[in-house]
């Protein structure tokens, strides 16, 4: 659990603590300084809050939307978060603080790279796999410069992985 949820929860704690009633109030006192001293937080660490601001965060494609969450969760940790989506314009708006927004966009342009990248290596694992190949390919493309040996190994275990499929055409299938 990360120290932002831990905080969140003692302030929960803390407010009981100050307006509940009876062996209520007292409960949450005694279950408040046991946390408190467990995690190591002092009391002007809950009442000192971050402030928060709403942040877009602009993608393109429907995969760039999930790993954008992933980041998120994984920054964040799990629980509840506030977000909501722009209408058709594909941009996520997350509340959250200064810090947390500069290693989110770290982040997700770190993995969006990486995954862009494995993308590459799986569109040629899968054309490999299932031979389709385009023969007359100009060489003047990006995409047919050479290989590395681990390159060309991790794209043969990607095939690997791959379920073998024949087409059949149906024009040879009505003949």
């Known amino acids: 659990m990360s120290r932002e949820l831990i905080i969140e929860k003692l302030r929960k704690i803390a407010a009981l603590a100050e307006r509940g009633i009876g062996g209520e109030k007292v409960n949450a006192k005694s279950q408040l300084e046991k946390l408190l001293e467990k995690h190591h937080i002092s009391l002007e660490d809950l009442n000192t809050r971050k402030p928060r601001r709403t942040n877009a965060f602009k993608y393109f494609y429907k995969w760039q939307r999930e790993l954008l969450f992933d980041c998120y969760h994984c920054l964040v940790g799990s629980g509840s978060f506030e977000y909501y989506r722009a209408r058709k314009r594909k941009t996520l708006y997350f509340e959250m603080t200064a810090l947390q927004e500069v290693e989110l966009r770290d982040m997700f342009c770190y993995y969006k790279k990486l995954y862009a990248k494995e993308l590459k290596r799986l569109t040629l694992a899968f054309t490999h796999k299932h031979h389709l190949f385009n023969y007359n390919q100009d060489d003047s493309d990006d995409s047919s410069k050479e290989l590395s040996k681990?390159?060309?190994?991790?794209?043969?275990?990607?095939?690997?992985?791959?379920?073998p499929s024949s087409y059949v055409s149906r024009n040879r299938s009505l003949e």
């Open 150 to 163: 681990e390159e060309i190994a991790a794209i043969v275990r990607m095939m690997q992985g791959i379920e």
